[in-house]
Structures are given as structure tokens and as C-alpha cells.
């Protein structure tokens, strides 16, 4: 399809057939919403005694890989979404898929994640963890917890910083293609002092006024707990899908094992869209 008057790129890895569908409808909402243009790749890792160059040796012309690109570029494309597929041979997942972002130049990835449990200095699984911290553009994980079918409520806990304000963005986005609304959701410590809930009301003041921008209904509530992801968690429950930033601190450092956006992720009862900014701007966070 004719992808000249879309000005971004969105990278979509895909390997698992079980869930690509899902995960390019996910994609479909966002290439819909913010004009994005898709970019459909399956990884092909070639072991060391065969070189780079003859990897497609490996794949045959009518096998479960080319299949499965067929499959997510049709989807995309009856979807009326500009898409194209790659296939990428390199020696491990992670290498293939950023450096398919720079040679695509893509502006956005989104990756699925299966969930499985945290292994000791492993926190989403090893390619994942290299991915967040290493991909140039913004970094969409989703757990694909529940089946297709329509999106009538999106949640989104808040707090301070840019990972948390690509949430709102993805959710407002999402939700427009669904006429879904987005509830905003803020768990504070029980003794939280006034000056920390003062500054809550004016991020979530922000929010709301941003989802306002994007004609989407959004409503906000603050709570109060002393575990945090697990009063998020139990709110996932009432919503289809979750969406929430990971923290201002560089995802992969050891302190964030056991941390909101993981612990919420695992157990939440919705799908769960993890949401990482540009590196490049987090300096400025």
C-alpha cells in the first residue's frame, strides 16, 4: 500500500501466531489514530555456523514464518492501514529488532510479552529487557491477557513524568478508536501529605485536559493504599485494557525488579500495555 502520506512508522515484531492478531489490532489502533504507517517483522535467528547472508536458507517460501506475515499484513491492509513486511536474519532477537528501528527509522515499537515468571536479574524476560533499554523511539509492550473483541473501557494509572504522559497519549488514542472512555487512576501512600496530593490533582488536572484535546471522555480517581499495584491490580478487573508508564528511572535498573508497572503487568486481569518514551527525551524528565 502507498505509505507516502504517512509521515511516522510504527515497528511490529511478530512471532507468536497464537497472539499476532491481537497484537495487530493493538497496532491497527495506533497506526489509525496517530497516522502511522506499519511495519510488520519477523525475527529469523541463524545459528553461528550458517552466515547472515544465506539465513533465508532457513525459511521455506510456504512456511509457518511467511505465513504468519501474510496473515498480519492482510489483517492490516483490509483494515485500510498502510503496512509493508520485513524479514530480518541476525544472530539474537533483541540485535534484530533494534536494529530494525534504525533502519527503519521507526518511531514507535511495539512488542508483545508473554508474561512468564521473573527469573533473578531478568525482569520482562532477557530479549525484552534489552529492547527497553536500548531501542531509540518509543517502546509499547503489550500482555495480551483477554480475547479479541471491543475495547469499552480503558485504564491508566498516573503519576509525574514521560513515561506516564505516553500512556495518556496511547490511551486516548486507543479509546477514540473504540469510543471508549479512559479512566485516570492515582493510588497515594495513606500518609501522603497535602503538598503530594496537591501535586497529584494538577498532573491529573493535565491529563484530563489532554484526553479532553483528543475528544475522548476521561474520568479521574485518587486512592489511597499503602501497595500501590496491588490497588491498581485489583482495578484492572473492571477495565478491558490497562495502560500505564514505567517509571522516571531507566527501566532495567535493579531497584525496579519488583516495581508497579511489573507487578501490575503480571497480575492484572485486563491486557496491559507497558509504555516506555524515547530515550533521547528522558534526559529532560
Known amino acids: 500500500m502507498d505509505t507516502t502520506q504517512q509521515n511516522e512508522t510504527l515497528l511490529v515484531p511478530v512471532g507468536n501466531p497464537e497472539t499476532a492478531e491481537r497484537l495487530l489490532d493493538t ?63 541476525t544472530r539474537d532477537t533483541a540485535t534484530g529488532i533494534v536494529g530494525a ?6 518511531d514507535a515499537l511495539l512488542v508483545g510479552w508473554r508474561g512468564r515468571p521473573r527469573r533473578r536479574d531478568i525482569i520482562l524476560g532477557s530479549f525484552l529487557d534489552r529492547i527497553l533499554g536500548e531501542a531509540p523511539c518509543d517502546v509499547f509492550v503489550k500482555r495480551i491477557r483477554t480475547p479479541s473483541g471491543d475495547i469499552d473501557s480503558i485504564l491508566v494509572p498516573v503519576a509525574d513524568g514521560p513515561h506516564c504522559e505516553l500512556a495518556v497519549e496511547l490511551a486516548g488514542t486507543i479509546a477514540a478508536q473504540h469510543d ?16 503530594t496530593q496537591e501535586g497529584a490533582s494538577a498532573f491529573l488536572q493535565n491529563y484530563n485536559s489532554s484526553l479532553s484535546d483528543m475528544d475522548v471522555t476521561a474520568e479521574s480517581t485518587t486512592l489511597r493504599s499503602d501497595h500501590v499495584a496491588g490497588a491498581i491490580t485489583d482495578e484492572t478487573a473492571n477495565h478491558d485494557l490497562t495502560i500505564l508508564g514505567a517509571t522516571r528511572d531507566p527501566f532495567l535498573k535493579r531497584k525496579l525488579v519488583g516495581s508497579v508497572a511489573e507487578g501490575v503487568g503480571r497480575a492484572a486481569a485486563s491486557s496491559v500495555i507497558l509504555t516506555r518514551k524515547a530515550s533521547k527525551d528522558e534526559d529532560a524528565s
Open 27 to 89: 497496532a491497527i489502533d495506533i497506526a489509525r489514530g496517530q497516522s502511522m504507517h506499519i511495519v510488520v517483522l519477523h525475527v529469523v535467528e541463524v545459528p553461528p555456523q550458517i552466515p547472515l547472508s544465506s539465513g533465508d536458507s532457513l525459511i521455506d517460501d510456504d512456511g509457518e514464518e511467511v505465513q504468519l506475515l501474510d496473515d498480519v499484513v492482510k489483517q492490516a491492509a483490509d483494515a485500510d492501514v498502510p503496512v509493508e513486511s520485513r524479514m530480518r536474519y
Open 101 to 106: 528501528v534504525d533502519v527503519h527509522e521507526a
Open 180 to 195: 471508549a472512555p479512559v479512566h485516570l487512576l492515582h493510588v497515594t501512600h495513606p500518609d501522603a501529605d497535602d503538598s
